[in-house]
């Protein structure tokens, strides 16, 4: 059966997919995972950090799956500040955090590495389960259109180029949608276009990948949004998309 998905297009000149974070380096993962897009809709709603079980009720809802239109490349970002004792920054927290330690450690400056995609362009295509509660895939869509706040992708410097919906779709599954949408993306954009490499939760019977061109992977894209930190797993595959019977898995 058909089910009604809104087509989502993440194109900017930096965008960031979150990832494992270790020490000072900030990695970036290849997909936008499900509590990125829960904090887009949640931005674009209104909602707030601490409204943490409806986002987390949202979370639950949600199923998506991605396509890749453009692959880009992955570029690194050194950040250094000189931060003196009194000095005071803002965490994704929302507190304000400063230095500790002996007069000595404020000699050296704070460093750290943050890793984002350049020229990557990603088409989504998403619905809420169960359909009937809210908030409904047409708010959904409404406040997209017209957002409470400001939206980004990833993190706050990295702005949209074009508005995130650009429609909606029907598919069986929500790859099955999105296989459905044309690649939107310029002329010069087609140049480094990867085509048809997509990723889509295996529990939601994906549309078929070809064969042997495709593999399992275990992500942690879901954020407990009481505790606020990632946890458990969740199996998606990753692969080209069959174009013809000849090609199914």
């Not at 955090?97 to 002996?102: I, V």
């Not at 400001?150 to 410097?157: A, D, E, S, V, W």
């Amino acid at each position: 059966m058909n089910k009604d998905h809104l087509i989502l297009r993440l194109d900017a000149p930096l965008m960031s997919f979150g990832g494992v974070v270790i020490d000072n380096f900030g990695e970036t993962d290849d997909w936008p995972s499900a509590s990125l897009l829960v904090g887009i809709i949640g931005n674009a709603l209104g909602y707030r950090r601490t409204d943490r079980e409806d986002l987390q009720a949202l979370q639950a809802r949600l199923v998506f799956a991605c396509r890749a239109d453009c692959e880009g490349e992955r570029l690194r970002d050194f950040q250094a500040a000189a931060l003196n004792k009194n000095d005071k920054g803002w965490t994704t927290h929302g507190q304000p955090e400063g230095r500790d330690g002996g007069a000595k450690t404020y000699m050296g400056k704070h460093l750290r590495y943050r890793f984002y995609w350049t020229d990557r362009v990603i088409t989504v295509a998403l619905r809420l389960e169960p359909a009937e509660d809210d908030p409904s895939l047409d708010q959904v869509a409404k406040a997209l259109d017209y957002p409470a706040r400001p939206l980004f992708i990833g993190r706050k410097p990295c702005l949209p180029a074009a508005p995130l919906l650009v429609g909606q779709g029907r598919g069986e599954s929500a790859l099955d949608a999105v296989a459905k949408v044309p690649a939107m993306v310029d002329r010069e954009q087609r140049q480094r276009q990867v085509g048809h490499i997509a990723f889509a939760p295996v529990h939601d019977r994906p549309h078929p990948f070809v064969r042997d061109q495709h593999r399992e992977v275990r992500v942690s894209g879901r954020r407990n949004w009481v505790s606020d930190v990632h946890g458990g797993e969740q199996r998606w595959l990753e692969g080209r998309l069959a174009l013809s019977a000849e090609d199914l898995l």
